[in-house]
């Protein structure tokens, strides 16, 4: 297998730990020291389960046992498609334990996604529920054997295993397990948007990702006494980290998973659970906001609401905490690392219109022109990055790897910013092909690449367009092949091809014809860019 290898120089290593950013930690050691420091509180808590700490701890080591039974070896990476469930804890710390590679992949994925993920990464493994609103995950698992063959290994968490391995989550005889990793040792596999298709596969290790978790906690008031709300995807980075599930794990507070985060079910929680604070994607911030005066739950207890995935209108900042009563933090962060907060103590407009500063004094960032330069402390430009918690290479991808960091280290984000006093950064948008639907990261080549497979296609463009409610949505611009396909029934086709359903265009214009310079040439990103403002002028 192509190693997984996270590695900064030798001496930026060496100051990172002088000053304490990386302790030497890992996701066994402090779940173990938490369930000797608190082993009759609460940890997890869903829909059916009420975990204590050392009952987490015991679900885990007993999963850890039935993965090596199972025949997984420690080094083997697993794809994870849970949904928020207290599996999903038992499942990932008993890989952890194991000492093999988690790779998250999200509930709404298809076989196309999981399938690109599992054989870029070398997955032999595959966890999955049995089923989650109303989709077959065991019959995905049988198509992603027949697809990728290497993935010898399907565990069911949660559900009828059917022919599979259902998840140990009680010891069965004596264990014995393998030592912890190395603190350095990659941890486990993040996605990320892919600016030319399918994502990329981040590897993060236990130093660095504990450290920002660790930092998140601080900054955004995570004790022993918190109660965090996973109200999107566990899997997702932002949920996970800012200060997220892991934050509030590491801190010895409580977690509660929310199978959905529509207030009709997100409510009850709060207000039964006492939360304290959860994170929320912009769409979903506006939706509660909307949908909270005319309710009748305590959400008294809610102290602060992260936002972030996607920028926030300042407008819609302004209102948080008059209509939820809680403290607003602006959240800009990326899978890849650099993580930006407002903080608390932030005047109010500062917190309202810009998404935050970073983390870590030694989270080093650049605002750069086209053309490499460094531009007015006010003035947008590219944002690059390099510090304690930021990726320096994907994983088994040369091509991306050439694209998206210098020689020196520094990561290209992909975002465009505007840096102001005090390291306060404002988000404007993406330099490249992205859409950034709801906080989910689309790649337009992607997307065209399915449309143009449809035998009813000439050619495709797929553009971000603004959007109050996603932030963008997605249009696709369509020149037909023949008789003109209805745009219903090419949503539908594309649904069919095992995509994840917000890659799907929101919208499809057909086109008689693309312009084209003099030459008869126009570059994919022109083309697009053309597209979205002769729409936008039309409206």
């Known amino acids: 297998m192509i190693p997984l290898r996270q590695a900064w120089p030798e001496?930026?290593?060496?100051?990172?730990?002088?000053?304490?950013?990386?302790?030497?930690?890992?996701?066994?050691?402090?779940?173990?020291?938490?369930?000797?420091?608190?082993?009759?509180?609460?940890?997890?808590?869903?829909?059916?389960?009420?975990?204590?700490?050392?009952?987490?701890?015991?679900?885990?080591?007993?999963?850890?046992?039935?993965?090596?039974?199972?025949?997984?070896?420690?080094?083997?990476?697993?794809?994870?498609?849970?949904?928020?469930?207290?599996?999903?804890?038992?499942?990932?710390?008993?890989?952890?334990?194991?000492?093999?590679?988690?790779?998250?992949?999200?509930?709404?994925?298809?076989?196309?996604e999981i399938a690109h993920f599992a054989r870029t990464s070398e997955a032999v493994g595959y966890v999955i529920a049995e089923r989650h609103d109303g989709f077959d995950y065991c019959q995905q698992a049988r198509a992603l054997r027949a697809e990728v063959p290497a993935v010898r290994h399907v565990v069911v968490a949660s559900g009828d295993a059917e022919e599979f391995i259902l998840l140990a989550t009680e010891q069965h005889g004596e264990a014995v397990l393998p030592p912890d990793a190395t603190p350095s040792d990659v941890a486990f596999i993040q996605i990320s948007g892919g600016s030319t298709g399918l994502s990329k596969l981040i590897s993060r290790t236990h130093d660095?990702?504990?450290?920002?978790?660790?930092?998140?906690?601080?900054?955004?008031?995570?004790?022993?006494?918190?109660?965090?709300?996973?109200?999107l995807p566990a899997a997702h980075n932002f949920p996970m980290s800012s200060p997220g599930?892991?934050?509030?794990?590491?801190?010895?507070?409580?977690?509660?998973?929310?199978?959905?985060?529509?207030?009709?079910?997100?409510?009850?929680?709060i207000e039964r659970e006492k939360v304290t604070i959860t994170g929320l994607v912009p769409p979903l911030a506006l939706l509660w906001m909307q949908a909270a005066p005319g309710r009748g739950e305590d959400l008294s207890s809610l102290d602060v609401l992260l936002v972030g995935g996607a920028k926030f209108a300042e407008e819609a900042a302004r209102r948080v905490r008059p209509v939820l009563g809680c403290q607003l933090q602006q959240v800009f962060g990326m899978a890849e690392g650099?993580?930006?907060?407002?903080?608390?103590?932030?005047?109010?407009?500062?917190i309202v219109s810009t998404q935050?500063?970073?983390?870590?004094?030694d989270d080093e960032v650049l605002v750069l022109d086209d053309g490499g330069n460094p531009v007015p402390e006010g003035q947008p430009g590219h944002l690059l990055?390099?510090?304690?918690?930021?990726?320096?290479?994907?994983?088994?991808?040369?091509?991306?790897?050439a694209r998206s960091f210098t020689e020196d280290g520094f990561y290209r984000t992909g975002d465009i910013v505007r840096r102001l006093p005090g390291g306060y950064l404002e988000v404007r948008g993406r330099a490249g092909d992205h859409i950034n639907r709801a906080g989910e990261k689309i790649s337009a080549e992607e997307v065209e690449n399915h449309l143009l497979a449809h035998p009813g296609?000439?050619?495709?463009?797929?553009?971000?367009?603004?959007d109050p409610y996603l932030g963008e949505r997605s249009c696709a611009f369509v020149i037909a092949q023949g008789e003109k396909t209805r745009a219903a029934v090419l949503k539908h086709w594309m649904r069919q091809r095992g995509i994840a359903e917000f890659k799907v265009p929101d919208q499809i214009v057909f086109v008689e014809a693309f312009a084209t310079t003099a030459a008869g040439k126009i570059s994919r990103k022109e083309l697009r860019a053309r597209l979205r403002d002769q729409f936008l002028q039309q409206r």
Request: one cysteine or more; hydrophobic letters at 40%.
């Open 11 to 112: 001496d930026v290593a060496r100051r990172y730990r002088e000053k304490g950013y990386w302790t030497g930690e890992t996701f066994s050691g402090f779940l173990r020291r938490k369930a000797v420091e608190r082993p009759d509180a609460e940890a997890i808590i869903d829909r059916e389960r009420r975990w204590t700490y050392a009952e987490l701890l015991a679900r885990a080591e007993a999963a850890a046992a039935g993965f090596l039974r199972a025949g997984l070896r420690p080094g083997d990476r697993v794809v994870v498609q849970l949904p928020n469930i207290a599996e999903f804890f038992a499942a990932v710390f008993g890989l952890f334990r194991a000492g093999m590679v988690p790779l998250y992949a999200l509930p709404a994925h298809r076989i196309t």
């Open 208 to 231: 660095d990702y504990l450290y920002s978790c660790r930092a998140s906690n601080e900054i955004c008031g995570v004790t022993e006494n918190s109660v965090f709300l996973v109200a």
């Open 245 to 269: 599930h892991i934050g509030a794990l590491h801190a010895g507070a409580k977690v509660v998973l929310s199978p959905s985060p529509s207030p009709d079910v997100a409510f009850p929680l």
């Open 338 to 350: 650099l993580v930006n907060y407002t903080r608390q103590d932030d005047p109010e407009e500062i």
């Open 356 to 361: 935050g500063r970073p983390i870590s004094p």
């Open 385 to 401: 990055t390099r510090g304690p918690y930021t990726i320096r290479n994907y994983h088994n991808d040369d091509a991306a790897n």
């Open 457 to 466: 296609v000439f050619d495709a463009a797929i553009v971000s367009i603004p």
